[in-house]
């Protein structure tokens, strides 16, 4: 081929000039950077090259990872994972062979990424997201996806979602916001574990999570530092009453003192919130994860004590007094700490006492077991009103795609939604993004502390800087942020 017809083959002549008269045009300060920027934008996008591997996961247990290559770089992606206990959410793929990492490696997953999800996705548009999920989701045509991988799914998705945003050189959260039809970028109020139990914590107490809300907040920024400020003051409070012991810390990074009493507990927390100088700016919420200590149809209060097992059964009944009496201003007698959000309160298959706490108003009911981010499930306890809130854990659903219409379909029912991390993490700051972009309000993201947790708080800390004045933080309007959505000004 000669030198002309290369030239005329590529249009070369004609881009080149394009680039220098638009350099001209806006008069570049530096026109060789500005004409790089502006031919590198001609290039049409499309996805080169996937390659995955095995990595660890917060817990140690290994997980996947996946590098996405397009022409604008290349966009790395992890899938969280967590209790391996599942039933009703999507499964993850893992090879069984007891002789490598307990028969929790991963090698299945990364192979069916290298070999038949790159094959079909090589060459898309990075920008298409829901043809990129449809085209993954088509490759497994089992419900519960346990043939790819719903860790290999979710890896590629999330890649592909960064990979788009950079192409479109707009923030991820931007990019999320339009995949979903959302017309404002909202900072979510963060939900901060402060205590941990249940099965992430080797403590007596039940409960799973105690989290602290600073909706009273004006930013971000500030419900952070409010939320670290009660962590540590906490941290001394336990070190005084329990001893160093009791400053271990659980799976999310928690406190664990050894209590058994869930009262005990959100006591200290609220004397932290007292000495942090918070009190009515900051709520309380807990997870509950009732499903761990389910016993028949009663509640074993004591389950991790094997000596006293089964001593402290609650019946359902029981457990929704007490659930009332926290919400109720008699307990918190300063009336300025709320509690204001209950996860999984009881069984994962207890519709019949979730419904009827739920009946009683006095807080945000939210469904993590019991609906395990399942369609089908959320779509029944919507038509029964069993709760308010849904915990969105996305590798539950297995793409950003299903994501965004899962959460779509939880407001739509005027439900809570909360982008929730799993108890496996790793150092991807996704959902942090997600929760901007799809203005949930919400974010759970564990303890204000250990890398894993922190980098999704600290990416919502660069977004909030990022999207500078016109940063919008949920606040008082953790459970209904669209009302600001319509002040909130995209940030393009
Ligand atoms: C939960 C999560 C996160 P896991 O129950 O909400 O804390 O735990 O990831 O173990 O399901
Ligand atoms: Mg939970």
Not at 222 to 229: I, L, T, V
Not at 316 to 343: D, K, N, P, R
Request: aromatic content about 6%; charged content about 25%.
């Amino acid at each position: 081929m000669s030198v002309q017809e290369y030239l005329d083959k590529h249009m070369l002549s004609r881009k080149i000039e394009d680039a220098v008269n638009a350099a001209v045009r806006s008069k570049a300060p530096d026109p060789v950077l500005y004409i790089s920027n502006h031919m590198r934008r001609a290039v049409s996008s499309a996805i080169t090259k996937i390659k995955a591997r095995q990595i660890l996961d917060s817990k140690g247990i290994p997980t996947v990872e996946v590098d996405m290559y397009t022409n604008k770089g290349m966009f790395r992606a992890a899938a969280p994972s967590g209790d391996l206990d599942k039933i009703y959410e999507r499964s993850e793929l893992r090879d069984g062979d007891k002789g490598k990492y307990l028969g929790n490696s991963v090698s299945k997953a990364v192979r069916n990424i290298n070999e038949k999800i790159a094959e079909a996705l090589i060459g898309m548009d990075p920008t298409l997201q829901s043809q990129i999920d449809h085209t993954i989701m088509d490759l497994d045509k089992t419900e519960s996806k346990a043939e790819l991988g719903v860790n290999a799914m979710l890896a590629v998705s999330m890649a592909a979602c960064k990979a788009g945003a950079a192409e479109k050189e707009v923030l991820l959260c931007k990019h999320i916001a339009d995949l979903s039809g959302q017309s404002g970028l909202i900072l979510p109020v963060p939900a901060i574990t402060v205590i941990s139990g249940g099965k992430h914590a080797g403590n007596n107490l039940a409960a799973q999570e105690i989290m602290i809300l600073p909706v009273g907040a004006n930013t971000f920024e500030e419900a952070m530092q409010m939320g670290s400020e009660t962590y540590y003051h906490l941290k001394a409070i336990i070190l005084e009453k329990y001893g160093s012991i009791g400053c271990n810390v659980g799976e999310d990074g928690g406190l664990a003192p050894n209590i058994t009493d869930f009262r005990e507990a959100l006591d200290l927390v609220k004397e932290a919130i007292n000495r942090a100088g918070c009190n009515g700016r900051i709520k309380m919420a807990m997870d509950v994860a009732a499903t761990n200590f389910c016993v028949g149809n009663k509640y074993d209060m004591d389950f991790k004590s094997p000596d006293k097992s089964g001593q402290v059964f609650k019946t359902g009944e029981e457990m929704a007094e007490m659930y009332a009496q926290l919400c109720t201003v008699i307990y918190f007698v300063c009336q300025t700490i709320q509690f204001v959000s209950i996860e999984d309160p009881f069984d994962r298959n207890d519709w019949l006492h979730t419904k009827a706490f739920t009946d009683l108003g006095l807080c945000q009911v939210v469904g993590d077991h019991l609906l395990s981010s399942d369609p089908k499930r959320l779509e029944r306890a919507i038509d029964e009103a069993s709760c308010n809130g849904l915990l969105l854990k996305i590798n539950q659903v297995g793409t950003v795609t299903d994501a965004i219409e899962v959460a779509k379909q939880a407001k739509d029912g005027n439900w809570g939604v909360v982008i929730s991390h799993r108890s496996g993490e790793t150092e991807d700051s996704f959902i942090a993004d997600l929760a901007v972009g799809l203005a949930t309000g919400q974010i759970k993201a564990g303890a204000p502390c250990r890398g894993e947790r922190v980098a999704k708080y600290n990416q919502l800390l660069r977004i909030e800087e990022e999207l500078g004045e016109q940063a919008v933080y949920a606040g008082e309007n953790w459970r209904s942020p669209e009302i600001l959505a319509f002040t909130s000004v995209l940030f393009c």
